[in-house]
């Protein structure tokens, strides 16, 4: 039963994560005025590219033909870490933060490797410039995440989950609301949105995520963008679960307001913001990391 229960919450994630990024696409329409596309048009999309070959360069070697299958199979195995809303994940038993923010890190690795495979100035400038993004994120991400773990004993997303949903309300404080600000931050970085990155741009001078997968097409574009899709509701889950989680039947439900309401506010922070100059994306990320340094001295401050 419990492997029963980790497959639904992995397949749960996996699924909504199209629809997700649609309604954050679709909030920013309707604030502009539009009608948008269907909320139903990225499932549209894959399933038109799985049908289509890939073509691959000819100067790319072996690794453009396998980092589109590592990349999506990696976010789906750390999907398989973050509960939705049970305690009981396909990977309860060790689901370590560390092994988590390490294949996370492997997802972003070969995605750059694909970038700078293909032979192409804008793949190596999108690569260059994830590395950068990633190597200014990840500190921030690891002491947040690390925050939340010290104020549970333990480093297990699992048991993490299992501590907080007992009281949810109760365990919110000063640290957390800091942690919380951090990793929603990082989120927007990692998942290549507004202000750090466009996702909507195809202009050479700002792409960073869409650099990288210009070459892609057919199959391969599908399995690269559906990890990256995978990898955006990956953040928000986590969110989710580590603030304000609940368990059970009701969980179910309030997991599904809670994603849906974080995917308006990403669309919210998108419209309402212009995209940062490269330049100044550091600072951006330098924010994050030293709420998330806040959030770690405030809890030994509220011990």
Not at 112 to 126: A, H, N, V
Request: include cysteine; proline fraction near 4%; charge should be neutral.
């Amino acid at each position: 039963m419990e492997v029963v229960v980790g497959f639904l919450q992995l397949l749960l994630i996996v699924v909504l994560a199209p629809i997700v990024n649609a309604v954050i696409h679709k909030t920013k329409c309707l604030v502009r005025g539009q009608e948008g596309p269907s909320l139903l048009q990225p499932y549209r999309d894959i399933l038109k590219l799985l049908r289509k070959k890939s073509v691959i360069s000819k100067t790319a070697s072996w690794i453009s033909k396998i980092s589109p299958y590592i990349v999506f199979s990696v976010s789906v195995v750390a999907a398989a870490f973050v509960p939705a809303f049970s305690s009981k994940t396909l990977f309860h038993f060790s689901s370590d933060v560390i092994g988590f923010v390490y294949l996370m890190a492997l997802g972003t690795l070969f995605l750059t490797l694909y970038g700078l495979d293909q032979g192409s100035s804008f793949g190596g400038l999108g690569s260059s410039r994830e590395v950068t993004i990633a190597a200014l994120s990840e500190p921030a991400m690891m002491i947040a995440i690390f925050t939340v773990c010290i104020m549970n004993g333990t480093s297990s997303i699992s048991e993490i989950f299992s501590k907080l949903s007992s009281h949810p309300f109760e365990a919110f404080s000063v640290s957390s609301a800091f942690s919380l600000l951090a990793l929603l931050m990082v989120a927007i970085a990692e998942s290549a949105r507004i202000p750090v990155d466009n996702p909507e741009t195809h202009l050479e001078l700002t792409m960073v995520h869409e650099a990288m997968i210009l070459e892609a097409s057919g199959r391969d574009l599908a399995l690269m963008e559906l990890g990256a899709w995978v990898k955006q509701m990956i953040f928000i889950s986590f969110i989710a679960s580590a603030f304000f989680p609940l368990s059970g039947a009701w969980g179910f439900l309030w997991y599904l307001i809670k994603v849906f309401l974080i995917a308006v506010f990403i669309g919210l922070i998108e419209i309402s913001n212009a995209k940062l100059r490269f330049f100044r994306v550091p600072d951006f990320l330098a924010v994050a990391f030293v709420l998330s340094v806040i959030s770690l001295i405030v809890h030994y401050l509220e011990v």
